[in-house]
T-cell receptor, first 108, second 115 residues
Framework: KNEVEQSPQNLTAQEGEFITINCSYSVGISALHWLQQHPGGGIVSLFMLSSGKKKHGRLIATINIQEKHSSLHITASHPRDSAVYICAVRRNTDKLIFGTGTRLQVFP | DSGVTQTPKHLITATGQRVTLRCSPRSGDLSVYWYQQSLDQGLQFLIQYYNGEERAKGNILERFSAQQFPDLHSELNLSSLELGDSALYFC??????????????FGSGTQLSVL
């Protein structure tokens, strides 16, 4: 079993829909990252969380340390949000452990 | 643009060969991280350098090595290449050596194809 599990693996949505991507982990962590990887391959770091909630534009990330769970929400989704979203956790080292990613496609 | 530069973007080589991937971090960033992304294993951490010194090691093969130079650019050397080394190799940078509270900035990656 992977230390970091994401669901769903694939997600399709209609433009404007509210989207939720989930990440569960089985180890103690010091921080959790949400990354976005576009079809061209480039990776952008969206959020780094150690507690609570963060918001940036239409993106919201939350984390519940006790339940070992994080969610990434996208409000008013748009085709340009189509990408692979990757959750990564950091334990008490400098290494990131990555989830397998959620492939999101938003159709107009 | 993340400010992290990776070269080359694409590399095609044969089994048994040796290649060098290069990464220039964002201006002012002292840490460089190398990651490998393959279809079957996903993203995996390879190694981190901070201000010229190795800081952390992940799933890096003995055939692979890296270094960070005084100007803070880093090189990842892959030798005795095998078909399974075909992957996208990313570097990322951050300001400090404990990125717990820092975002990472990723380069656009080097696509390595071993034929």
């Amino acid at each position: 079993k992977n230390e970091v599990e994401q669901s769903p693996q694939n997600l399709t949505a209609q433009e404007g829909e509210f989207i939720t991507i989930n990440c569960s982990y089985s180890v103690g962590i010091s921080a959790l990252h949400w990354l976005q990887q576009h079809p061209g391959g480039g990776i952008v770091s969206l959020f780094m969380l150690s507690s609570g909630k963060k918001k940036h534009g239409r993106l919201i990330a939350t984390i519940n340390i006790q339940e070992k769970h994080s969610s990434l929400h996208i409000t008013a989704s748009h085709p340009r949000d189509s990408a692979v979203y990757i959750c990564a956790v950091r334990r008490n080292t400098d290494k990131l452990i990555f989830g397998t990613g959620t492939r999101l496609q938003v159709f107009p | 643009d993340s400010g992290v530069t990776q070269t080359p973007k694409h590399l095609i080589t044969a089994t048994g060969q040796r290649v060098t991937l290069r990464c220039s971090p964002r201006s002012g960033d002292l840490s460089v991280y190398w990651y490998q992304q393959s279809l079957d294993q996903g993203l995996q951490f390879l190694i981190q350098y901070y201000n010229g010194e190795e800081r952390a090691k992940g799933n890096i093969l003995e055939r692979f090595s890296a270094q960070q130079f005084p100007d803070l650019h880093s090189e990842l050397n892959l030798s005795s290449l095998e078909l399974g080394d075909s992957a996208l190799y990313f570097c990322a940078s951050s300001a400090g050596f404990r990125p717990t509270n820092e975002k990472l900035f990723f380069g656009s990656g080097t696509q390595l194809s071993v034929l």
